[in-house]
């Protein structure tokens, strides 16, 4: 079946320093790719999404960029800041088959932790 | 906006106990979906619905239930409560659109413990 793998955590980066959170998934089609953040003592909330190969999704200064050659979707921010730190998961989406509507495939989450 | 509402923040049940989770969507979504999440294992779904009173298993089906009696509300029942159901509880729902393009938009959790 399909399946996201993210990089492990956790994550500390200082304030302005450059952001990897590397994802990577296994899907029999062509999936639609999301990357959610987790704040603290909240739900998730949709960061950014790309629907084909070679499209980039954007968001807050954070983007991830659809790669079917090596089925990745890492994300990347320039120069993090403290209310960034969260929780990252990566995501994909898959159909139902005989059902409609749309199912997530989760990573494990990459809990990141930016510093003053 | 979508807004999801999870009825508890915080709950804390005994082993055995028939626990409810509620979770209300004000967006006419035609799927719900509920999920755990548990440190080291992302989200995990356990049930969802794609229409009233239509449910579908997810990963991890076993010790839940779910009800769907009206389009806004989506249920997730603990028939006997055990220990290992403690964890953070997340609904969310979702248009039935194009399939691949729809995101889903998640209520604030609800951190069940059972002792």
């Known amino acids: 079946g399909n399946s996201v793998t993210q990089m492990e955590g956790p994550v500390t980066l200082s304030e302005e320093a450059f952001l990897t959170i590397n994802c990577t998934y296994t899907a029999t089609g062509y999936p639609s790719l999301f990357w959610y953040v987790q704040y603290p003592g909240e739900g998730l909330q949709l960061l950014l999404k790309a629907t084909k190969a070679d499209d980039k999704g954007s968001n807050k200064g954070f983007e991830a960029t659809y790669r079917k050659e090596t089925t990745s979707f890492h994300l990347e921010k320039g120069s993090v800041q403290v209310s960034d730190s969260a929780v990252y998961f990566c995501a994909l989406i898959e159909g139902l088959g005989e059902t409609s509507g749309s199912r997530l495939t989760f990573g494990e989450g990459t809990q990141l932790t930016v510093n003053p | 906006d979508v807004k999801v509402t999870q009825s508890s923040r915080y709950l804390v049940k005994r082993t055995g106990e028939k626990v409810f989770l509620e979770c209300v969507q004000d967006?006419?979504?035609?799927?719900m979906f509920w999920y755990r999440q548990d440190p080291g294992l992302g989200l995990r779904l356990i049930y969802f619905?794609?229409?009233?009173?239509?449910?579908e298993k997810g990963d991890i089906p076993e010790g839940y239930s779910v009800s769907r009696e009206k389009k806004e509300r989506f249920s997730l029942i603990l028939e006997s409560a055990s220990t290992n159901q403690t964890s953070m509880y997340l609904c969310a729902s979702s248009y039935q659109g194009s399939w691949d393009n729809q995101p889903q938009h998640f209520g604030d959790g609800t951190r069940l413990s059972i002792l």
């Open positions: 967006m006419d979504h035609e799927n």
């Open positions: 619905s794609y229409d009233v009173k239509m449910k």
